[in-house]
């Protein structure tokens, strides 16, 4: 069964804290998930995003590259009991959860934020009931533009329930992008392990921790 018709959407209850919130995305996260999508350009990229949060104030620190294939609802349970397992390891810092899950389109077939995303983003907004989860989306056309930090974030809130472009996303380490644009010329994007990956091969590392 395919996560995009795992949840009808009248079923997924309207959770999580809905006032105006603030996102920084910081290096690691923007990194990965720009490399992630870069590996995989005529592919729909998914996975998870984590960091901490307190009312209104969402640090995204790192993301967890999940699937470049279909997402079917076992995988997507069982990445997540993983994910979730990690944040609370000691490997991860103190506070660390799943604030969001981001999204890199299919390139070739951009319509704006999947309703895939949408039910599964609105899943942790369900299971934290005081987190505005987020989606960070992959602007694809930007990919090869320094200059654009390559990710926008879409949210929700009490006032308007559609998921919208925020205005209030922060970029941590304006640099990011043009490392970027170094890694790929390095090829560093094809060293990027996903959870597709793993299912393949254990020796694949989707938390990717010796990627920087």
Not at 25 to 40: E, F, G, N, S, T
Not at 82 to 101: A, D, F, H, M
Not at 151 to 173: E, F, G, H, L, P
Request: proline share 5%; net charge negative.
């Amino acid at each position: 069964e395919e996560v995009d018709r795992m949840v009808d959407s009248d079923s997924v209850p309207d959770g999580g804290y809905d006032g105006e919130s603030s996102y920084t995305v910081h290096r690691d996260a923007q990194l990965k998930i720009l490399l992630h999508a870069a590996k995989h350009l005529y592919a729909e990229v998914n996975g998870v995003l984590i960091g901490t949060s307190k009312t209104g104030v969402v640090q995204v620190v790192d993301a967890i590259p999940l699937f470049h294939t279909p997402m079917f609802a076992p995988m997507l349970e069982t990445s997540f009991a993983l994910v979730e397992e990690y944040c609370k390891s000691n490997q991860t810092p103190e506070g660390t959860r799943i604030v969001g899950w981001y999204n890199g389109p299919n390139r070739s077939n951009f319509s704006g934020v999947p309703d895939a995303a949408t039910r599964v983003t609105n899943l942790i907004r369900s299971k934290y009931p005081d987190l505005n989860a987020c989606i960070l989306l992959v602007d694809t056309n930007a990919l090869a533009d320094p200059k654009q930090p390559g990710v926008k974030v879409y949210q929700r809130t009490k006032t308007n329930a559609n998921w919208t472009a925020s205005t209030n996303m922060k970029i941590k380490d304006e640099k990011a992008s043009k490392e970027f644009s170094e890694m790929l010329l390095k090829d560093k994007h094809q060293l990027l392990h996903d959870f597709d990956n793993w299912l393949e091969d254990t020796s694949c590392d989707w938390r990717n921790l010796g990627l920087f």
